[in-house]
T-cell receptor
Framework: GAGVSQSPSNKVTEKGKDVELRCDPI?????LYWYRQRLGQGLEFLIY????????KSGLPSDRFSAERTGESVSTLTIQRTQQEDSAVYLC?????????????FGPGTRLTVL | AQSVTQLDSQVPVFEEAPVELRCNYS??????LFWYVQYPNQGLQLLLK??????LVKGINGFEAEFNKSQTSFHLRKPSVHISDTAEYFC?????????????FGTGTRLLVSP
């Protein structure tokens, strides 16, 4: 079956603009995660969704970052008033359940460049 | 603070030689441990994971890892590497007592296999 897909694959924007990144999880996966990977660094957890429960937003770096997910479908990550330090690869992952023993399946990422 | 240390940013090795990629973690509670691989221009893929039981874990593509609780390590090994193993390898963990899999990643080790 299809894996996790993300769009766009690349996004170049100007400082101060808003951007929206999209993630399509694997069908039937209830858990969805967003991560950020800055150049030369590991992945940083941003936000987690599980079904219709309130998301865990503990990793969002500032109030310019927000994300939505309707049920167990598509999720969008929005960055308002982008800054140069937001330049990174944004990765989405989904898993069948939220259990720690489950496997997260990652999408190919969206490379964001803020000029 | 919880963290993962991958001391080697890059490991060059010749084809058919053995390799070990080091990973140490810091956590005050019990954890689940993971190794992910990222091939060029592809998303992250799970290599193997340790949840409980035997400390020696076997994964895909001939890789294995050993959990050492006293040394808080989870080193990845392969007895004979192939050119196709050239990729970036990420060690990660999550706390085993939380309701979801909030992964903490290392900064990655780039494995370069040459003929």
């Amino acid at each position: 079956g299809a894996g996790v897909s993300q769009s766009p694959s690349n996004k170049v924007t100007e400082k101060g603009k808003d951007v929206e990144l999209r993630c399509d999880p694997i069908s039937g996966h209830t858990a969805l995660y967003w991560y950020r990977q800055r150049l030369g660094q590991g992945l940083e957890f941003l936000i987690y969704f599980q079904g219709n429960s309130a998301p865990d937003k503990s990793g969002l770096p500032s109030d310019r970052f927000s994300a939505e997910r309707t049920g167990e479908s598509v999720s969008t990550l929005t960055i308002q008033r982008t800054q140069q330090e937001d330049s990174a690869v944004y990765l989405c992952a989904s898993s069948r359940t939220s259990g720690g023993e489950d496997t997260q399946y990652f999408g190919p990422g969206t490379r964001l460049t803020v000029l | 603070a919880q963290s993962v240390t991958q001391l080697d940013s890059q490991v060059p090795v010749f084809e058919e030689a053995p390799v070990e990629l080091r990973c140490n973690y810091s956590s005050s509670v019990s954890v689940y441990l993971f190794w992910y691989v990222q091939y060029p221009n592809q998303g992250l893929q799970l290599l193997l994971k340790y949840l409980s039981g035997s400390t020696l874990v076997k994964g895909i593509n001939g890789f294995e890892a050993e959990f050492n609780k006293s040394q808080t390590s989870f080193h990845l090994r392969k007895p004979s590497v192939h050119i196709s193993d050239t990729a970036e390898y990420f060690c990660a963990f999550c706390r085993s007592n939380t309701g979801f899999q909030k992964l903490v990643f290392g900064t990655g080790t780039r494995l370069l296999v040459s003929p």
